[in-house]
């Protein structure tokens, strides 16, 4: 037997291993492969991508260390919530409401709308302690309060940027400038995927669409395998998911059957093993026309869930987002990005924050309790927060005729994390008197980053790619894992 | 051999990926292993160990981390290092430090350090440590000397080779012990040269044509074919487009549209005529600097304007500013130079030897650009109305139709001087009084006793208006226009009587002259102009004339805030606002003070055509110097539920106190002699009373004008009334031409500086424009953005020649011969045929002269290239569209440079792959066998819309918005340009590199198959593989139209059976018969549906009526959905979205 025959014959082999292979949903083959591969792999996930032949991109991988998480849930509150009207009270504000901002706290700060000597603005809001740990959280919160011991509050987060596009862009990649991979890509790379017949990074959305676009779940430099996929607000979650009208999902299956015997076909005699990645996609797509549907149909869950959260099936709503984040994740998606973004209160924050906590308050604290219940949130991160805060000055006119908002605020605003390792019932960081500038124990975006990656079980400083002749990573040059807030 | 072949091929991908056989023990059955250790080369085996594992920190960066030991140089890596130490002993290992510390056996003095991550390997190390012991010879970086044309090797196999490429290939090969792949089948070789050339596949008619043909040269037939086809262009430009970040929109928040597509259509044009290469650099670069630079030649520096560009409220402009040339630095390095210049932004590269300083001098040949950080909503400053070929026709043809009209008129008029003056004459007792310019007359309001306000329509009925004038606008009639609060007494005036305003009193005109300006469409893009007479009473006489909410809203000291646009006298000086957002986004400007208790002729002009002068005002005929309060509007100020009011507006603070008169407002800007006649009031027997040689230039026209208007005899007035609907005609095909981004030059360089860690607000030193050292050592640097630009194409560079025949490789090859094509620093890969790279480079960039045995060309010197010596347009002509002839230009000629390489035997190697050579060579960096990879993301679609008979084929023109599922947009992302007007009709199934690109949402049949998003300069080809391209391609209306458009064409012009189709439709789309297993596989598939639909009419209807386009009314509907079902089928193959 000659060598070309040889390889026809292992390639037939392979196909028709098919029937074997077929339900990993992992890329025809890679089953095996992702055995053999999976020491190279964790050393060094670029390989497998260096060598397309070599296993599915989306083969699941191991991290550099034992995870805690295996998972993440990000609640992005885009348009930046007010950090001073939730979670960070400041007594202070209260006494010098309506004085100007003391000028030795400008120095050196960017402002985007208003103008350096706007006046000291306090939240009406009231303030208490609540759980055992005496999380303080506003009034304005009636339901989070319930699971104030389950979360870990961070109020000295900082970050680079004070527009949205830019600073969402930072948040969700590690750089303002484009083109680098979103930290749903990151870790996808860096952990592969477990869902069957979904993808390995979903990004759903309500209210307003985001302000940075698709670059904000881009995969960068990365492979687009990648790359988030943004399921729709109505109709089909994923795009072209449904049958052309007219075809039946048995009539599909017969054109399917027919596409894989000719590709099969064809792989016999050109020997590439591109072809049997591609019959794979072929099928998992047929797969996920399945699956997705389904996993969509919130009518499927009881009516005790569905109030829980608030859902109500057909609706694209923040509290549908969030249950469907918790099904996304029960079906072994790695990464589910949720927007809601509204919070971009220039005007009437007080108001802005109240009506869109009545949107969300809810629906995020039952994610975290219906999770728990399932003993996912072990396993799960959950990330709420948007891409910066909101100045302790107001922005409007001094007569208070028009406005009562806030402006944006990069050097200091409230996030909380939940799950996954993360040290429940504690409050990390506090801000100086007004709440301008972090006091005690700052958090930069890249330092989260760091924290998440490592209870993903990665050194974050190594989780890299080659680009442009630089090893690349989430945090860039920076990043330092906050110890404090580790279980 | 019982191992899998998957196992064989993981084995392979573990291998050393950078260049296999680069070292005698890789090639396990080459020639080369027989004669003992070769000798190491520097920049094969040891730059890539000390760039990759030691230059982080002894490399070009190293003093700044006061590290004292740099690799970097041969001077530093063997220099004392103090206690008798050397890093590098040449020939003595024993005795270099550097030998002892990567091997030390304490891990705490062992370098590179442990927890760097980047151990050597036992092989890096004796290779190491066998280059000092042979002398340590160091080489500058390969990609940094000029390529000097390498002799073409000999070869054994001499009759494989069909040009100088194969010699290079084969000679590899030999030396590997390894076999080309024989020739590929005709049939699959059109398919690939086709989609490769033309980015289409071939039709079953070129097919034929080619199989048909057994000339010896059929093939270099075919070649010259497709590359004469105007297909070339747009196949090329697209992937230029990438390179160039094009994209419709500016990205960032707002992310609106912008109108770049003239740029694109120059790409497509230059790339059609063979724009040689050089000037395709320099024009795209610094055409604007080109002496007397024609419309192309600005047109194309558009490159430099394709960056994003953010409009967000509350931005730092200053910030953004600095983005914007650093990607044009950062786009320019990857593009011309294949350098990651972007490292060095914010401190001293780690690898490659730029320093931070470098960075900036590069930086400052593109930061003197008069633009603003924060752009507008859509087209931002600088910009040129870039006329189309067609519309610079049509304007050529109107100007000679002016100027001959002109003369005309001329010679009928002097011969008639005497009717003139027998009129002038006769004036004081004609009854005419008055004559002003109507061109583009708005609406007036004489103000004189009783007048009601005249819209340009009636004014058309008037005796002295004998033309009509631009479409009025309507007025709503929900309070008629009038006086309000009182009514004025009439007074004399300048022009005869005006009235007299008392500071309580106004006139509502109503809705009308709702102005705008929004930079997106043309026709909001207004120019408009108000001429009035006003005498004001005091120094805050108030609102002149207004378009804005008559509430009293907030002010600013003592003018109103207020949305809209409006006239006001205030402090003693005239103020001219237009404002969307007091403060932010207004133009407003003010006069030097003005006496009060005097007449005066007052034109203002809002010209939003004008990046610059946006605001102008006319005093009594003279131009004002204007204070400019705030100059940068981005928005639509149009309040559209305002009235326009004389007198009045922002409530009755503003009620003017003085006298107005004669009111015009004119929907564009006066030219010259209309601002005379404007701003003289005389009535006509005044002028006529003056004798004729001490009239002023404004009273002579006036008086002339007059004549011709109402007194001359009907030959003259004709010629007068034709001229001036040239001139409306003129001033409408104007407003039409689309606008595009460009760059300029400001008359004086901004000062550089370095920025530290790349920030905006920390500048530092000053710099000045220069070359980074590494590239030019040169005492006379650039000394702008167009020297830079001739020193790129120079043979003094030693990169752009190189990198840019790479790229073309990976379009062919899908891998360049330097894979890393972005980047040929120190970090990216080695070519794996670096002699061929040179040949190609030299061939390229010196053409045949080169070719001639012109050797002794001196790669260092400073020769201006001959693209701009000539005046950049003997080659190049660029208003003509036709298809490209083959241009004999002997330098830089891409045509000739791409036909070498298709013609290469190289080329033509099929790319069926033997299991011996994957396990040698997965990756095909040998080249012993032919590409095989998924076809592009355009392609993919052009195709099934070419096979399918929807293709429209159309040169440029705006971009088109094909399918999308509806509110795509608006689920993505934050903004209000979220709307998709999907086109109706051939929008639809035009060439993908016409398809609307939205940053921040792509097109999904795009994105999925790894278009980018063009954020910024993509030059590497990607390809994935994903089930989300499997439900494009299954499910999506573009391939669901394009597989029942693809059946009609099987039952319509095949007429031998379902076999016969199916065979037919086989091989439209993949070029090649199906075979027997293919035929009955695609029968039985059919039958299948046929067997379904027959029992289901309508869901046979239902899907034929996905998409727009029909089918053939006459076709059986249950028929045509199968086939269409079996046609999906076949455009869903992987044969089919391959090129083999």
Redesign the interface.
């Known amino acids: 037997m000659n ?2 025959n ?2 026809k014959t ?2 037939k ?2 196909v028709t291993r098919r029937h074997f292979f077929k339900d990993c949903g992992i890329g025809l ?1 890679s089953m ?2 992702a055995s ?2 999976s020491e ?1 792999a964790a050393a060094n996930p670029q ?1 497998a991508i ?5 296993a599915s ?1 989306l083969a699941p991988k191991k991290p550099h260390f034992a995870p805690k998480a295996k998972r993440v849930i990000y609640l992005f509150q ?2 930046a919530p007010s950090q001073l009207e939730m979670f960070d009270y400041k007594p202070g504000l209260a006494k010098y409401n309506g004085k100007p901002c003391p000028p030795g706290l400008l120095k050196g700060q ?1 402002l ?2 208003i103008k350096p000597d706007a006046a000291l603005f306090a939240t009406e809001f009231k303030f208490a302690k609540h759980g055992q740990c005496g999380a303080e959280m506003s009034e304005a919160l009636v339901h989070l309060p319930k699971v104030a011991d389950q979360i870990t509050i961070i109020k000295s987060m900082m970050t680079d940027a ?5 600073a969402q862009i930072f948040m969700q990649t590690g750089s303002i ?3 680098r991979p979103s930290f749903g890509s990151w870790v996808t790379y860096g952990l592969g995927s477990e869902a069957r017949d979904l ?1 390995a990074f979903v990004v759903l ?1 309500s209210a ?8 904000l779940w ?1 995969s960068g430099f990365l ?3 990648y790359q988030g ?2 399921f ?4 089909d979650p ?11 999902r048995e ?2 299956r ?2 399917l059957d ?2 894989k ?3 099969e ?3 016999e ?7 049997a ?3 794979n ?2 099928e ?3 797969r ?2 399945e699956s997705a549907p389904d996993l969509m149909d919130l009518s499927k869950e009881t009516t005790a869930t569905l109030d829980l959260y608030g859902a109500e099936p057909g609706k694209n709503t923040y509290a549908n987002n969030c249950l469907l984040a918790r099904r996304l994740v029960e079906r072994g998606v790695r990464f589910v990005q949720l927007y809601h ?1 509204a919070w971009d209160h220039h005007g009437q924050v007080h108001n802005g924050v109240k009506a869109q906590l009545k949107e969300t308050d809810q629906a995020t604290t039952a994610l975290l309790l219906d999770l728990k219940q399932r003993g996912l949130l072990d396993d799960t991160i959950v990330i709420w927060g948007g891409e910066f805060g909101r100045t302790p000055m107001v922005q409007g ?1 001094p007569d208070g005729s028009n406005a009562l908002g806030r ?2 605020h990069n050097k200091a605003f409230t996030i909380w994390l939940a799950g996954g390792g993360f040290k429940p019932g504690i409050t990390i960081g506090e801000t100086d008197e007004l709440g301008f500038n972090v006091a005690q124990d700052p958090v930069h975006v890249h330092d989260l980053h760091a924290t998440i990656l490592h209870l993903l079980g990665f050194d974050h ?2 989780l890299n790619y080659r680009f ?3 090893d690349f990573r989430l945090t860039d040059v920076h990043g330092v894992v906050v110890d404090k807030a580790l279980a | ?1 019982k191992r ?4 064989a ?2 084995l ?3 291998a050393p ?1 950078a260049f296999l056989a680069a070292l005698p023990e890789v090639s396990a059955d080459g020639a080369a292993t027989q004669s003992g250790p070769e000798p190491v080369d520097f920049n094969r085996d040891i730059r890539p160990i000390l ?1 990759d594992k030691c230059f982080v920190c002894h490399g070009p960066d190293a003093p700044a981390k006061k590290i004292k030991l740099r690799l970097d140089s041969e001077a530093a890596a063997t220099a004392a290092l103090g206690g008798g130490r050397r890093a590098i002993v040449p020939g003595e290992p024993d005795k270099s430090e550097l030998v002892k510390r990567v091997t030390h056996p304490d891990e705490a003095m062992r370098m590179p350090p442990a927890d760097s ?1 980047r151990a050597l390997t036992k092989r890096e190390v004796d290779l190491l440590t066998e280059w000092i012991r042979q002398g340590a010879k160091w080489r500058a970086h390969w990609a940094f000397v000029a390529p000097v044309r390498p002799e073409t090797p000999p070869v054994k196999n001499a009759t494989w080779p069909k040009n100088a490429i194969d010699n290079f290939v084969l000679a590899r090969l030999e030396r590997e012990g390894l076999q080309p792949a024989p020739e590929a089948d005709r049939a699959r070789l059109l398919r690939r040269v086709s989609l490769d050339l033309t980015g289409l596949p071939p039709s079953t008619e070129d097919l034929d044509d080619f199989l048909r043909d057994k000339s010896p040269n059929a093939y270099e037939k075919v070649v010259d074919r497709l590359l004469a086809s105007p297909r070339y262009g747009e196949r090329m430009a697209f992937k230029w487009m990438d390179a160039a970040r094009y994209s419709d929109t500016n ?3 707002n ?1 609106g549209d912008r109108y770049m597509w003239r740029w694109r259509d120059w790409v497509i044009n230059a790339f059609n005529r063979n724009m040689p290469y050089d000037q395709f650099t320099i024009e795209q670069l610094a055409g604007d600097l080109a002496p007397n630079p024609t419309l192309d030649q600005r047109i194309a520096t558009a490159f430099n304007r394709n960056h ?1 560009q ?1 409009s ?5 402009p200053e910030e953004y500013a600095v983005e914007y040339v650093v990607d044009r630095v950062d786009t320019t390095a990857t593009v011309f130079l294949g350098l ?1 210049m ?2 060095a932004r914010c401190h001293t590269h ?2 490659d030897p730029f320093t931070h300083k470098e960075y900036y001098q590069l930086y400052a040949y593109f930061n003197s650009v008069p633009e603003d950080g924060r752009g507008s909503y859509h087209t931002s400053q600088p910009w040129i109305p870039a006329p189309t070929v067609e519309q610079q026709r049509q304007l050529r043809q109107i100007e000679t139709d002016i100027a001959k009209t002109t003369r005309k008129l001329n010679a009928l008029a002097a011969g008639r001087r005497n009717d003139l003056r027998r009129w002038t004459r006769e004036l004081p007792s004609s009854g005419l009084r008055q004559w002003f310019p109507a061109d583009n007359l708005l609406l007036r309001h004489s103000l004189d006793a009783d007048a009601e306000i005249e819209l340009a329509a009636r004014i058309e009925q008037r005796e002295f208006a004998g033309y009509e004038s631009a479409a009025p606008q309507t007025m709503t009639k929900q309070q008629p226009a009038g006086f309000r609060e009182g009514s004025p007494a009439g007074v004399s005036s300048p022009t005869g009587q005006g009235a007299d305003f008392d500071g309580r009193m106004f006139y509502d005109a109503g809705r009308v002259a709702d102005f705008d300006y929004s930079d997106r469409l043309v026709d909001h893009r207004d120019q408009f102009a108000i001429s009035v007479w006003f005498y004001p009473e005091t120094e805050n006489s108030g609102a002149i004339v207004t378009h804005m909410q008559d509430s009293p809203g ?1 002010k600013d000291g003592s003018l109103p805030k207020n949305r809209g646009y409006g006239l006001f006298f205030n402090d003693g000086k005239v103020h001219w606002n237009v404002v969307s957002v007091w403060a932010d986004d207004s133009w407003r400007v003010e006069t030097a003070p003005v006496a009060i208790k005097q007449w005066h002729h007052l034109v203002a002009i809002f010209d939003g055509r004008e990046p610059y002068e946006r605001a102008r005002i006319y005093l009594n005929g003279r131009k004002q110097n204007l204070k400019v309060n705030n100059g940068r509007i981005y928005r639509t100020f149009s309040d559209r539920s305002a009235n326009l009011r004389i007198g009045g507006g922002a409530g009755p603070e503003y009620r003017f106190k003085g006298k107005l008169d004669e009111v015009r407002v004119y929907n564009a800007a006066p030219d010259p002699e209309q601002l005379a006649m404007l701003a003289c009031a005389d009535s006509l027997p005044s002028i006529a009373a003056i004798p004729a040689g001490k009239r002023t230039e404004g009273q002579r026209l006036k008086l002339l004008n007059a004549w011709l208007d109402a007194g001359a005899p009907t030959a003259i007035h004709q010629q007068w009334k034709r001229l001036h609907e040239l001139k409306r005609a003129k001033t409408k095909l104007e407003r039409e031409f689309p606008l595009l981004m460009v760059m300029e030059e400001l008359p004086e360089p901004r000062q550089a500086h370095i920025l530290r860690r790349g920030a905006y ?1 920390s500048p530092g030193e000053a710099v000045t424009r220069g070359l980074p050292a590494a590239l030019s050592q040169a005492n006379k640097q650039p000394a702008n953005r167009l020297e830079f630009a001739q020193w790129l194409v120079s043979p003094a560079n030693p990169l752009t020649a190189r990198v840019t025949v790479n790229r073309f490789w990976q379009m062919f090859f899908g891998t360049g011969l330097a894979p ?1 094509v ?2 040929f ?4 890969e080695l070519p794996s045929h670096p002699e061929l790279l040179d040949w190609l480079a030299v061939e390229f960039r010196d053409g045949a002269t080169g070719r001639r045995g012109d050797k002794a060309k001196n790669p260092q010197s400073e020769s201006v290239p001959r693209a701009v010596a000539s005046g950049a347009s003997q080659v190049y002509s660029p208003t003509d569209t036709r298809s490209a002839v083959l241009t004999r230009n002997p330098q830089w000629d891409v045509k000739a440079l791409l036909k070498t390489i298709v013609m290469s035997a190289t080329y033509r190697q099929s ?6 050579l ?1 396990q040698r060579d ?2 095909n960096r040998l080249l012993a066998r032919g590409a ?3 076809l592009q993301a355009e392609m993919i679609r052009d195709q099934a819309l070419l096979v399918s008979g929807l293709l429209v084929e159309k040169l440029g023109g705006p971009s088109v918005k094909p399918y999308q ?1 509806a ?9 209000n340009m ?1 709307n998709y007007a999907q086109d109706k009709g051939e929008g639809l199934w035009r060439r993908s590199l016409y398809t609307f690109w939205k ?4 097109n ?1 049949g795009m ?2 198959f ?1 278009a980018t ?1 063009r ?2 300069c993509v030059v590497r080809d ?1 390809r ?9 391609l ?3 209306v573009t391939y ?1 139209e394009a597989a029942r458009m693809l059946a009609e064409r099987m039952l319509l012009t095949v007429r031998t059976g379902p076999r016969g189709r199916l065979a037919w439709a086989f091989r439209a789309v993949t070029s090649r018969p199906p075979d027997d ?2 035929q009955e ?2 029968l ?2 059919l039958n ?2 046929l067997a ?2 027959r029992g ?1 009419p ?9 998409g727009e386009k029909r089918n053939d009314a006459r076709l059986n509907p249950a028929e045509l ?1 199968a086939y269409a ?2 046609a ?2 076949i455009l ?4 089919a979205i ?1 090129k ?1």
């Open positions: 060598h070309e040889e390889i292992e390639a082999k392979m083959g095996a492969l053999l591969l190279a390989s260096r060598n397309p032949q070599s991109p885009a348009g960017t985007a709308f004070i527009n949205h596009a830019p400038q484009f083109g993808p959305s307003g669409g985001t302000s940075g676009g698709s670059s881009g492979p687009s395998v996929v943004a729709r607000r109505s109709g994923i795009l072209s998911l449904a049958n052309p009208r007219g075809v039946t009539m599909q017969d054109s027919a596409l015997d000719l590709n076909h064809l792989l005699r050109a020997g590439d093993a591109e072809i990645t591609r019959i996609s072929f998992m797509a047929y996920m026309q973004e006119e402006d944006h400083t190594k442009q002749g630089r | 051999m899998s072949i998957r196992l091929v993981l392979i991908s573990l990926a760039s991550g990205g960032y928040q992310d994003r953010n967000e409220d509350g931005l730092i990651t972007g490292c780690k690898y907030e607000d890393t972005e980047d620093g120190a970090q990216g790319s069926d792959v033997t299991r011996r994957l997965p990756d095989r990879f998924r599922p509110g795509l947009l608006k689920d993505m992302v934050f903004s979220t940053r921040t949402v792509l999904p994105q999925v790894d998003a954020e910024q990607t994935t593989n994903t089930p989300l391209q499997a439900l494009n299954m499910n999506d669901v297993m293919e596989t695609l039985e598939n299948a549906q379904y639909f289901r309508r869901e046979a209807e239902k899907l034929l009526m996905i959905a079902m079996t999906s089928l869903n193959l992987d044969e391959t083999q």
